[in-house]
C-alpha cells in the first residue's frame, strides 16, 4: 500500500472508524470494504489487523494506524 500523510491518514481513519469511538475493528473494516465495493477480502482485512495492531488488543488506534500507513 502506498504512503500517506497524516492528515490523509486521519481522514481514512475517520471514514473507517464509523462508531468514532478511536478504534478500528475487524467489523469496521469489513463494513468500510463493503461499502466501498467489497473489493477487500477478509483475508486480506485480518492480515492487515495483524499487522498494523502493534499491541496485540485486535484494534487500530489512530497512533497504530498512523505508523502502519504515513
Ligand atoms: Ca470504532
Ligand atoms: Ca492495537
Known sequence: MSKMTEA??????AEI?????????????RDY?????G?????KLAEFV???DTDGDRRITLTEFKAFFV
Request: aromatic share 4%; glycine share 18%; hydrophobic share 40%.
Open 8 to 13: 490523509q491518514a486521519e481522514a481514512v481513519f
Open 17 to 29: 472508524d464509523a462508531d468514532g469511538n478511536g478504534e478500528i475493528r475487524l467489523r469496521e473494516l
Open 33 to 37: 470494504g463493503q461499502a466501498n465495493g
Open 39 to 43: 473489493a477487500v477480502d477478509g483475508v
Open 50 to 52: 495483524r499487522g498494523a
